[in-house]
């Protein structure tokens, strides 16, 4: 695959830069509108977006492309990635689309595409779209009476707060509980405080006055400081963070520490394992998933399955070897049980739940294992392939034998930055720190040569 519009998790970039822009967007929205035609019934795609101020021109482009290629759109507006997944299938759609950079800033935007089952597209289907965008795709559009129709759809946030809180038993309430939830100023905004508060918990929401323009800005998952700051302030038993598009999730404890995606899905698994729902016998995550996770759920005789970076790649392996809990350390966690993706609010009820049944504070549920010092940082690439030069090659062959049986080394592209990611971990944190700086210095100099 080329990669050169497609990458971890869809089409991302600047918006009104190639290849985010009205022209790419439509091409696309025409490509797999045409790639998801599948007999002779009026084909419908459900389309949603979050808050930031690209997603106008974005999503009216997506649906000029849609409507030429015979699609019937169904606008959802501003609705957690999930949403969009969920409503594929209970609106018995050929696909749907989701307009959003995740956790990136405002200024940046992407599309995300989903078959007609909810699941994200396979790399085959991928491949196929964007093989299409540079051809003369026009000549098989619809003709001038099939052009398709676009309509605003009702209810869209009524219908998800009611799938989330059936994640739960009926008989279970959240009363009692004081949570700040952070909605980084995005597509849950509205949601996620009403499931919460629906459920019975005394809810606290803070960013989620959206304008365009704050979307993530020094808050949700990847910015917890002030959620950490307004849990302290109001005594809450729990912090909820999400990016976004609300596909992710961290949580913060009674004390203010942070609690990342490698200690949830520890968490729920481990809830799940004891109550007999856990299948698999496993856990499926990525590469960047701390050494500790898998030290943790080898000790309950469980194994964790290591992926390429990408929440996509997780679910592949889920589907493939009938797991049900799944994720990454960022916080994408996937619950297949509920969920054909990532799901936020989801994850987070299900740690609330842990809460209840067991009626302890999330600092003590929350440390199921000690993480293994682990070091990430990024190198900044304009152009050229740095881990191809041989002065490279030979420091990452070094740095593995450092770090020898007890340790872990992952150097990577981002698949949705121009960055160089590495990583290490192992059990003396000197070491680890060490290595990475020493392998920074080794790529920053190769590029710069370059």
Same mark, same amino acid.
Request: charged fraction near 25%.
């Given at each position: 695959?080329?990669?050169?519009?497609?990458?971890?998790?869809?089409?991302?970039?600047?918006?009104?830069?190639?290849?985010?822009?009205?022209?790419?967007?439509?091409?696309?929205?025409?490509?797999?509108?045409?790639?998801?035609?599948?007999?002779?019934?009026?084909?419908?795609?459900?389309?949603?977006?979050?808050?930031?101020?690209?997603?106008?021109?974005?999503?009216?482009?997506?649906?000029?492309?849609?409507?030429?290629?015979?699609?019937?759109?169904?606008?959802?507006?501003?609705?957690?990635?999930?949403?969009?997944?969920?409503?594929?299938?209970?609106?018995?759609?050929?696909?749907?689309?989701?307009?959003?950079?995740?956790?990136?800033?405002?200024? /940046?935007?992407?599309?995300?595409?989903?078959?007609?089952?909810?699941?994200?597209?396979? /790399?085959?289907?991928?491949?196929?779209?964007?093989?299409?965008?540079?051809?003369?795709?026009?000549?098989?559009?619809?003709?001038?009476?099939?052009?398709?129709?676009?309509?605003?759809?009702?209810?869209?946030?009524?219908?998800?707060?009611?799938?989330?809180?059936?994640?739960?038993?009926?008989?279970?309430?959240?009363?009692?509980?004081?949570?700040?939830?952070?909605?980084?100023?995005?597509?849950?905004?509205?949601?996620?405080?009403?499931?919460?508060?629906?459920?019975?918990?005394?809810?606290?929401?803070?960013?989620?006055? $959206?304008?365009?323009?704050?979307?993530?800005?020094?808050?949700?998952?990847?910015?917890?400081?002030?959620?950490?700051?307004?849990?302290?302030?109001?005594?809450?038993?729990?912090?909820?963070?999400?990016?976004?598009?609300?596909?992710?999730?961290?949580?913060? /404890?009674?004390?203010?520490?942070?609690?990342?995606?490698?200690?949830?899905?520890?968490?729920?698994?481990?809830?799940?394992?004891?109550?007999?729902?856990?299948?698999?016998?496993?856990?499926?995550?990525?590469?960047?998933?701390?050494?500790?996770?898998?030290?943790?759920?080898?000790?309950?005789?469980?194994?964790?399955?290591?992926?390429?970076?990408?929440?996509?790649?997780?679910?592949?392996?889920?589907?493939?070897?009938?797991?049900?809990?799944?994720?990454?350390?960022?916080?994408?966690?996937?619950?297949?049980?509920?969920?054909?993706?990532?799901?936020?609010?989801?994850?987070?009820?299900?740690?609330?739940?842990?809460?209840?049944?067991?009626?302890?504070?999330?600092?003590?549920?929350?440390?199921?294992?000690?993480?293994?010092?682990?070091?990430?940082?990024?190198?900044?690439?304009?152009?050229?392939?740095?881990?191809?030069?041989? $002065?490279?090659?030979?420091?990452?062959?070094?740095?593995?034998?450092?770090?020898?049986?007890?340790?872990?080394?992952?150097?990577?592209?981002?698949?949705?930055?121009?960055?160089?990611?590495?990583?290490?971990?192992?059990?003396?944190?000197?070491?680890?720190?060490?290595?990475?700086?020493?392998?920074?210095?080794?790529?920053?100099?190769?590029?710069?040569?370059?």
């Amino acid at each position: 695959m080329s990669g050169r519009y497609f990458g971890t998790d869809g089409i991302r970039g600047r918006a009104n830069k190639f290849p985010m822009n009205a022209e790419i967007a439509m091409r696309v929205g025409m490509a797999a509108g045409l790639s998801f035609q599948r007999g002779s019934h009026r084909h419908r795609v459900v389309l949603g977006k979050d808050t930031r101020l690209s997603g106008y021109m974005i999503e009216n482009a997506l649906v000029a492309g849609l409507c030429a290629a015979g699609m019937d759109v169904f606008l959802l507006g501003p609705v957690p990635t999930p949403g969009v997944a969920m409503l594929v299938r209970s609106l018995r759609a050929d696909m749907g689309v989701m307009i959003s950079a995740s956790h990136n800033p405002y200024y /940046d935007n992407g599309i995300k595409l989903f078959g007609p089952d909810g699941y994200k597209l396979s /790399d085959e289907i991928e491949e196929r779209i964007e093989s299409m965008l540079d051809t003369d795709v026009e000549m098989a559009l619809a003709d001038s009476d099939a052009l398709g129709r676009a309509k605003r759809v009702d209810g869209v946030h009524d219908r998800y707060i009611e799938f989330a809180k059936r994640t739960l038993p009926r008989s279970m309430s959240l009363s009692g509980l004081r949570i700040v939830v952070d909605c980084a100023n995005g597509a849950a905004y509205k949601v996620a405080p009403a499931a919460l508060w629906e459920l019975g918990a005394d809810v606290v929401a803070i960013n989620v006055e $959206p304008n365009g323009f704050n979307i993530n800005k020094e808050c949700g998952s990847t910015h917890p400081a002030g959620l950490q700051k307004k849990v302290h302030e109001v005594r809450a038993d729990i912090g909820i963070a999400l990016d976004g598009d609300a596909d992710r999730v961290v949580i913060v /404890d009674e004390q203010g520490e942070v609690v990342d995606g490698d200690q949830i899905m520890a968490m729920i698994a481990q809830a799940w394992h004891q109550s007999g729902r856990l299948a698999g016998g496993g856990v499926v995550s990525t590469i960047m998933s701390n050494l500790g996770l898998e030290r943790f759920l080898s000790g309950l005789n469980l194994e964790l399955h290591r992926t390429k970076v990408g929440d996509r790649y997780v679910v592949e392996h889920m589907r493939a070897h009938g797991l049900n809990v799944g994720g990454e350390q960022s916080g994408h966690i996937v619950l297949s049980d509920f969920s054909t993706t990532g799901d936020g609010l989801v994850s987070a009820l299900q740690v609330l739940a842990c809460v209840k049944r067991q009626n302890k504070p999330v600092s003590e549920l929350s440390r199921t294992f000690e993480p293994v010092p682990q070091v990430l940082k990024n190198v900044r690439v304009s152009s050229g392939k740095p881990l191809e030069e041989e $002065p490279v090659k030979a420091a990452i062959e070094d740095a593995r034998s450092r770090l020898g049986n007890t340790g872990r080394l992952v150097i990577r592209p981002s698949g949705t930055e121009p960055l160089i990611r590495v990583m290490a971990e192992g059990d003396d944190s000197g070491l680890v720190e060490a290595v990475v700086d020493d392998l920074i210095g080794i790529i920053s100099e190769t590029r710069s040569a370059a």
